[in-house]
C-alpha cells in the first residue's frame, strides 16, 4: 500500500512533457484584469530548490509547462515564493479561445 501511495505522488508531481511549439503558442498577460474575457482553466505550482535566479527560472519554467500541458492560451505568473529551502511559482492558465483579448 504505501508503495501505491508513493507512486501516486510521484505520477502527480512529475512536470508535463509539452511540445516547444506548444510553449511558444502560449501568450502572457501582465494581469488578471487582461484576462477578465476568458475562461480560466486552473491554477498550477512550479518549484524548485536551485538557489537564486536559477532556481526562480526554473519554477516558472515548470509552472509554464503545466499550464500549456492544459491546452491555454495564455497565461499570468500569480505568485512567486523564494525562501532559503524552495522557490516555488504560481501560474493561472487561461482559454481565450484563440482570438483577440
Do not use: W
Not at 482553466?41 to 518549484?47: A, H, N, P, T
Not at 524548485?48 to 500549456?68: F, H, I, M, N, Y
Amino acid at each position: 500500500m504505501p508503495r501505491l501511495l508513493l507512486l501516486t505522488a510521484l505520477a502527480c508531481a512529475r512536470v508535463p512533457a509539452v511540445a516547444p511549439d506548444r510553449l511558444a503558442a502560449m501568450h502572457q498577460a501582465k494581469d488578471d484584469e487582461a484576462m477578465r474575457a476568458c475562461t480560466m482553466l486552473g491554477r498550477f505550482v512550479g518549484s524548485s530548490t536551485q538557489p537564486g535566479e536559477k532556481g526562480l527560472s526554473q519554477a516558472r519554467d515548470e509552472a509554464r509547462a503545466k499550464v500549456a500541458a492544459t491546452g491555454a492560451t495564455d497565461f499570468v505568473y500569480d505568485n512567486e515564493s523564494v525562501t532559503p529551502d524552495v522557490i516555488t511559482v504560481a501560474a493561472k492558465a487561461f482559454d481565450c479561445g484563440g482570438g483577440e483579448k
